[in-house]
């Protein structure tokens, strides 16, 4: 059965720490992997990954896919408290609408 | 504003009662979801419409009743709830069907409560 499997599940940092959230994944079909933050109500995209290796880098957030291992982390550098959220990890298919989701990683970044 | 409008944000409904959630997005986007999101859990995907008829049906309960009568707007009809279907339902659309891609564009979604 396909899975996401996100962690840790939750994480507790100071301002300016750097922190690396995990997704892995076991999905047939694999099209592509997407991360998402979700503050309060509505999940934002961040990232779209398809191949391997490339890092993908908005700011102080970048991210990377490894296809052979099959997850995907994503880096926050120099936290700031505007970063506390749950990032969403999910995983499509080809032709399949179904989008795997994890259960996400509660990240607080203290002052 | 996230170019998806969900309303009302918060409803609170007995057991026996029937109400409904709507959803419209003015991205013109051609497919839409609806998503539940429990306490703890992945989010779950119930129903997915792409140019207004629907693709999926993941299981879903005969309690919750989609309707979208064009791509632009979405309804979760809901009846007979049970306690344990209290969580945030949250609608999404994208460009294109299945995210793979176009990424999803979430609403804010409505907190239901079942008493």
């Known amino acids: 059965e396909d899975k996401v499997v996100q962690s840790p599940l939750s994480l507790v940092v100071h301002e300016g720490d750097t922190v690396t959230l995990n997704c892995s994944y076991e999905?047939?079909?694999?099209?592509?992997l997407l991360w998402y933050k979700q503050e309060k109500k509505a999940p934002t995209f961040l990232f779209m990954l398809t191949s391997s290796g490339i890092e993908k880098k908005s700011g102080r957030l970048s991210s990377i896919l490894d296809k052979k291992e099959l997850f995907s982390i994503l880096n926050i550098t120099a936290t700031q408290t505007g970063d506390s959220a749950v990032y969403l990890c999910a995983v499509t298919p080809y032709n399949n609408n179904d989008m795997r989701f994890g259960a996400g990683t509660r990240l607080t970044v203290k002052p | 504003e996230t170019g998806v409008t969900q309303t009302p944000r918060h409803l609170v409904m007995g057991m026996t009662n029937k109400k409904s959630l709507k959803c419209e997005q003015h991205l013109g986007h051609n497919a839409m979801y609806w998503y539940k999101q429990s306490a703890k859990k992945p989010l779950e995907l119930m129903f997915v419409?792409?140019?207004?008829?629907?693709?999926e049906n993941n299981s879903v309960p005969s309690r919750f009743s989609p309707e979208c009568p064009n791509s632009s707007h979405l309804f979760l009809h809901l009846h007979t709830l049970q306690p344990e279907d209290s969580a945030l339902y949250l609608c999404a659309s994208s460009q294109d069907l299945g995210q793979g891609n176009s990424p999803l564009h979430f609403g804010n979604g409505t907190r239901l409560t079942v008493t």
């Open positions: 999905v047939t079909n694999f099209r592509s």
């Open positions: 419409y792409n140019f207004k008829e629907q693709t």
